[in-house]
């Protein structure tokens, strides 16, 4: 009777825990995974008179550290120009629209929301969501989330130089070296 009741259980898990062929569902609806290495240079200019990032909110309670660009709580849109070069004037290879928000507050650090749109791929786009750990340097690394078109299912990483940074006003060119994988 106890042999007979546990063959029923396992029957019963059997059943409702069929496993979806991982093998057909990938190897098969998307193909083979593919490697990707993308590199570009993000404009994020706040400063201008027509600015690519722009505050919209900031907390009513956070106390601005003495010049700050970027205090804490602040969020801002961006629809930030990426380019081949570090010139704003090199060919522009597709935009990052999103948001970031200033979430250090005890030091600067930012939390990344953008969708990256590359013109070569025909607008498909790789999306970031991540800290952007600002002080530590040339090398911090992003996280890549997710991805549109050519870049479906895409996760990846993200590697970050500061190519040029004004501490006063906040404008920065940033290379980014993407190592994506996605089908
Ligand atoms: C972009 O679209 C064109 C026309 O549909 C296609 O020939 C080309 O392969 C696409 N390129 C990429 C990178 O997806
Ligand atoms: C880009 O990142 C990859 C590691 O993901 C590294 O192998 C490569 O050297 C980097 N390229 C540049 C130019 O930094």
Do not use: W
Not at 150 to 176: M, P, Q, S
Request: charged share 20%; aromatic share 8%.
């Amino acid at each position: 009777m106890r042999t007979l009741s546990l063959l029923a259980v396992l029957l019963v898990l059997l059943l409702v825990s069929h496993p979806r062929n991982a093998a057909d569902a990938h190897g098969h609806r998307f193909g083979k995974e593919k490697l990707t290495n993308l590199r570009f240079y993000l404009h994020d200019t706040l400063s201008d008179r027509d600015p690519t990032a722009v505050p919209v909110a900031h907390g009513a309670g956070a106390t601005p550290r003495p010049g700050d660009p970027t205090p804490f709580s602040t969020v801002y849109v961006v629809d930030d120009v990426l380019t081949e070069g570090p010139q704003r004037t090199s060919r522009v290879v597709g935009s990052a629209q999103g948001l970031y928000a200033s979430t250090g507050r005890h030091g600067l650090g930012l939390v990344l929301g953008i969708d990256f749109a590359l013109n070569d791929y025909n607008g498909s786009s790789f999306v970031v969501f991540s800290r952007n750990p600002v002080t530590d340097g040339d090398g911090r690394e992003l996280a890549v989330v997710g991805g549109r078109g050519a870049f479906r299912l895409a996760r990846g990483f993200a590697l970050l130089r500061t190519h040029y940074l004004n501490t006063g006003n906040g404008d920065a060119i940033i290379e980014y070296n993407v190592t994506l994988l996605h089908y």
